[in-house]
């Protein structure tokens, strides 16, 4: 269940989501939104992001997500957020 934060969040970044109907937009997964922003969004969007979940667990999204067999994140997006989260980490 997302939070009124996160459904404001998401229906402010609406055009990220173009293929999803209206209706279903705020009940996005929290995978789902995680991809989106972190392949799509700007910096201002990250850091949003993270106020909104926690660093911690997107990058644990993350990490499992770049795990799988199937990855949708391009090389670069792949490699930023693994630095980043390496020296977040520390």
């Known amino acids: 269940m997302n939070s009124n934060e996160i459904k404001a969040f998401i229906n402010d970044h609406g055009a990220l989501f173009w293929y999803i109907p209206e209706h279903a937009k705020e009940n996005i997964s929290l995978n789902l939104l995680v991809e989106t922003i972190l392949q799509y969004g700007d910096i201002p969007d990250v850091k949003r992001l993270f106020e909104l979940i926690g660093i911690e667990k997107v990058a644990a999204i993350f990490n499992q ?4 067999r199937r990855c949708n994140y391009k090389p670069r997006t792949i490699h930023y957020f693994k630095l980043y989260f390496s020296l977040n980490n520390s």
């Open 65 to 68: 997500q770049i795990s799988q």
